[in-house]
């Protein structure tokens, strides 16, 4: 088991940015975030192995960058230019799956209680 703790979702203004945390009780190597927009289905964003090798879906790509310190078991998600359809709750989720990749990411074992962005205009 994993336990998976989110933190420093809140508001700010398009063109901002935020940095979300994301502390493991233990190693996995397939860390991730997803997003849940209101109305919308949950999507993965950005994932990051125990290598360090990352993904991103091409919405967030070039804004957003998904890092890891597996000596303290934490995963970030810098995210800057945010835009109001970056709104969404974020979720944490971890595997560990010796390989994994973007689409793999909605099977994950673990997963946060998620964290709130709110970009207003």
């Known amino acids: 088991q994993v336990q998976l703790v989110e933190s420093g979702g809140g508001s700010v203004q398009a063109g901002g940015s935020l940095r979300l945390s994301c502390t493991a009780s233990k190693f996995a190597n397939c860390m991730a975030w997803s997003r849940q927009a209101p109305g919308k289905e949950r999507e993965a964003i950005a994932l990051?192995?125990?290598?360090?090798?990352?993904s991103y879906v091409h919405s967030v790509k070039g804004r957003f960058t998904i890092s890891r310190d597996n000596a303290k078991n934490i995963v970030y998600l810098e995210m800057n230019d945010l835009k109001p359809e970056d709104t969404a709750t974020y979720y944490c989720?971890?595997?560990?799956?010796?390989?994994?990749?973007?689409?793999?990411?909605?099977?994950?074992?673990?997963w946060g209680q998620g964290t709130r962005v709110t970009v207003s205009s």
């Open positions: 990051i192995n125990g290598g360090g090798g990352d």
């Open positions: 989720a971890a595997d560990f799956a010796r390989l994994c990749w973007t689409s793999d990411v909605p099977g994950f074992a673990f």
